[in-house]
């Protein structure tokens, strides 16, 4: 038993051992980014930054951001845009939020770019600027961020501040897919699995827009995914291919991919025919919204 307890608190001496030395050294680490961030390397000012808004030290985030911005560092002028924007370590100040995006843009760092347009788009206080939008998405864009894109995409389906154009559309879609946007990718493919007025379907590309939407964990990527092969659009038709796209869909908790699979899964199409599997996928459909899989089963409801 003595052995036993001398052996307990060895090993409890290494764990607590590793931890205080773990905790000097990530201070040291913290105390070298900081000495690089004074010298002007702005690198560091950014990755110390965001250590003090990780921890809610919002004060110390707003000095180490200040630092980068005033050495041109477009990503640290977004990062204090942001913190006046929700008044984080500061008083809320749309207007000096203003002020560090558009710098930030103008040192060509999209995300900087995204937050001007989206200050313009979305808040009353800045309503006259709200036709400039479109610039600064498009400039965000330009500058690689993906979901400058995508929304710059979605103006021109909704013809909000722009002329409707849907060939535009899909043209801003498939740069933000590209980039790793799931949504650009189920956009754009929503916009080619029909006909438009100014735009046809082209079924093929449909089903590679939704096959990276699903790629990149979006739900209704993987749904819209499933109707192709269900219908044959763009493909033969392939019943195992839609019930496995369901499939995942409902794993992603989307509704309809929850109901299209249960109903596969009660008829046996392209799945094991499996009634008490059905009754339970219809359960979760109907959990998830999906007014119809109520109506099939009794749904049972989490909290």
């Known amino acids: 038993m003595l052995k036993n307890n001398r052996i307990q608190n060895f090993l409890l001496a290494?764990?607590?051992?590793?931890?205080?030395?773990?905790?000097?050294?990530?201070?040291?680490?913290?105390?070298?980014?900081?000495?690089l961030c004074e010298n002007g390397d702005v690198s560091y000012c950014n990755l110390v930054g965001k250590k003090y808004v990780a921890t809610g030290d919002y004060q110390n985030a707003i000095s180490v951001y200040k630092e980068a911005c005033a050495h041109n560092s477009g990503e640290g002028c977004s990062a204090l845009g942001n913190l006046y924007m929700n008044g984080k370590g500061t008083r809320k100040s749309l207007r000096k939020a203003n002020e560090f995006y558009i710098k930030s843009c103008e040192l060509q760092y999209g995300e900087g770019c995204l937050h001007l347009a989206q200050l313009y788009d979305e808040s009353f206080e800045f309503e006259q600027y709200r036709s400039k939008a479109p610039e600064f998405y498009s400039k965000g864009c330009s500058f690689g961020n993906a979901e400058s894109c995508m929304y710059l995409g979605t103006l021109y389906t909704e013809g909000e501040s722009v002329e409707a154009d849907l060939k535009r559309a899909v043209k801003y879609f498939d740069l933000a897919c590209n980039n790793k946007n799931g949504l650009g990718c189920f956009n754009a493919g929503e916009l080619r699995a029909e006909d438009h007025e100014g735009l046809r379907h082209d079924y093929a590309k449909a089903l590679d827009s939704y096959h990276k939407a699903c790629e990149l964990a979006v739900a209704t990527g993987c749904t819209a995914l499933g109707l192709m092969y269900e219908e044959g659009k763009g493909n033969e038709v392939d019943d195992e291919l839609a019930a496995s796209y369901y499939k995942i869909?409902?794993?992603?908790?989307?509704?309809?991919?929850?109901?299209?699979?249960?109903?596969?899964?009660?008829?046996?199409?392209?799945?094991?025919?499996?009634?008490?599997?059905?009754?339970?996928?219809?359960?979760?459909?109907c959990n998830l919204g999906q007014i119809k899989a109520c109506q099939t089963s009794t749904p049972v409801v989490h909290n």
């Open 249 to 285: 869909a409902c794993n992603l908790k989307d509704a309809e991919g929850c109901l299209y699979i249960a109903e596969a899964t009660e008829k046996g199409i392209g799945v094991k025919k499996d009634i008490e599997q059905a009754q339970e996928l219809y359960k979760s459909a």
């Open 14 to 35: 290494i764990l607590v051992g590793s931890c205080f030395s773990f905790a000097v050294s990530a201070n040291e680490e913290n105390d070298r980014w900081s000495k």
